[in-house]
């Protein structure tokens, strides 16, 4: 069973970055696609961000052109690069497969102050 431990969340001023990271349990880590989730209160959890096990990517609209997502598959680790933070993408960011969701990990808070 896969297990994620997100970290690298935190208060930030709207238009500062931030650089999230995820580590995978498993052995199997480089065979899946792999993506960053993130949940406001009251709102659905959504898929930012996602990479393939061979590095391409896909974002959703409104983070294009500011978050990077990559991974390092001998690390078991994928990252969210955040840059030019707004307001609105305050929320608890998961890491998670795609496709294939396991269990959900903790999380990390990121809050973005106006």
């Known amino acids: 069973q896969a297990h994620f431990v997100e970290s690298g969340g935190g208060l930030v001023q709207a238009g500062g970055s931030l650089r999230l990271s995820c580590v995978a349990s498993?052995?199997?880590?480089?065979?899946?696609?792999m993506g960053w989730y993130r949940q406001a209160p009251g709102n659905q959890r959504e898929l930012v961000a996602g990479v393939g096990h061979d590095g391409t990517t896909t974002y959703v609209d409104s983070v294009k052109g500011r978050f990077t997502i990559s991974r390092d598959n001998t690390k078991n680790t994928v990252y969210l690069q955040m840059n030019s933070l707004k307001t609105e993408d305050t929320a608890v960011y998961y890491c998670n497969r795609m496709g294939d969701i396991r269990v959900w990990g903790q999380g990390t808070q990121v809050t973005v102050s106006s």
């Open positions: 498993g052995s199997t880590f480089w065979i899946f696609a």
